[in-house]
């Protein structure tokens, strides 16, 4: 996963103001996740990560959540084909809930499919999906992950 660490939680001062990344996790070992679609700005869910999670989302550029009810890591449309492409994650000031947009790959490819007029520009198609850079927003404070 690319090595990703998350910081030991010291001090207010240092969660709130630092750009370090020391997420809250609750007594279960899970952080809350808003996630909205990007082009849209329609919530699609809210879920949960643990630290294992939270890394892949990270490290893959796609979602990965944790299941409460199936008590293990779920990736979201890795079956359905629905994936969750990240746009962009942010954190809020006390880093104890995360909030992320997202690309629906599958549906962006469709419209996207659907805009063009000629078998030939098909091709074309790939040019215009790319994996976004996956930034970190601590309120107007940002940090890239690489």
């Given amino acids: ?26 007594s279960n070992g899970l952080i809350p996740v808003v996630t909205t679609d990007f082009s849209s700005g329609e919530l ?9 999670a939270f890394k892949k989302t990270i490290s893959l ?10 008590n293990t890591l779920w990736h ?10 990240i746009k962009e994650i942010r954190i809020d000031d006390d880093q104890d809930c995360v909030f992320i947009e997202v690309f629906l790959w599958i549906i962006l490819a469709l419209k996207l499919f659907l805009n063009l007029k000629r078998k030939k520009k098909f091709l074309i198609l790939k040019k215009y999906i ?17």
Avoid: C
Wanted: glycine share 6%; net charge positive; proline share 3%.
């Fill in 1 to 26: 996963m690319n090595n990703i660490q998350f910081e030991k939680r010291k001090s207010i001062e240092q969660v709130e103001e630092s750009n370090e990344l020391a997420p809250k996790f609750d």
């Fill in 44 to 52: 699609l869910m809210q879920g949960y990560m643990n630290e294992e």
């Fill in 61 to 70: 550029g796609e979602a990965v959540y944790f299941s409460r009810s199936r």
């Fill in 76 to 85: 979201k449309g890795k079956t359905s084909g629905l994936t969750q492409k």
């Fill in 130 to 146: 790319k994996v976004p850079q996956i930034l970190l927003n601590y309120n107007v404070r940002q940090i890239k992950v690489y």
